[in-house]
């Protein structure tokens, strides 16, 4: 088994930033990309980003391209989203996730889940 615990959410105003973070524990040799994603009220939950844990191959949706930048820390087996020039359409439950992962895009892949944060941008 595989554990995640997320941490950073927050409420920020628009154009501000925030750092989550995502402490992994357990058989963490068993996956090989862990992925960021989110679900706002209402919405399907939808890929964010992901990193791969050996080569650090990084992933993004159109969406968030170029505002947020995904990272590791393989000794602390931890896995950052760094999340700037935020807009309110990215109010959303943020989840870490991880995996066995060929499709990089897709949530069934994923086999482990954290509890999800809350991150609200004010317009």
């Known amino acids: 088994q595989v554990q995640l615990v997320e941490s950073g959410g927050g409420l920020v105003p628009a154009g501000g930033s925030l750092r989550l973070s995502c402490a992994a524990s357990?058989?963490?040799?068993?996956?090989?990309?862990m992925g960021w994603f989110r679900q706002a009220p209402g919405k399907a939950r939808e890929f964010v980003a992901a990193?791969?844990?050996?080569?650090?191959?990084?992933y993004y949706a159109d969406s968030v391209k170029g505002r947020f930048t995904i990272s590791r820390d393989n000794a602390k087996k931890t896995v950052y989203l760094q999340m700037d020039s935020l807009k309110p359409e990215d109010t959303a439950v943020y989840y870490c996730?991880?995996?066995?992962?060929?499709?990089?895009?897709?949530?069934?892949?994923?086999?482990?889940w954290g509890q999800g944060t809350q991150v609200t941008v004010s317009s």
């Open positions: 990193i791969r844990w050996s080569v650090g191959g990084t």
């Open positions: 996730a991880a995996g066995t992962v060929l499709s990089i895009r897709d949530l069934s892949e994923y086999r482990y």
């Open positions: 357990g058989r963490t040799f068993a996956t090989n990309v």
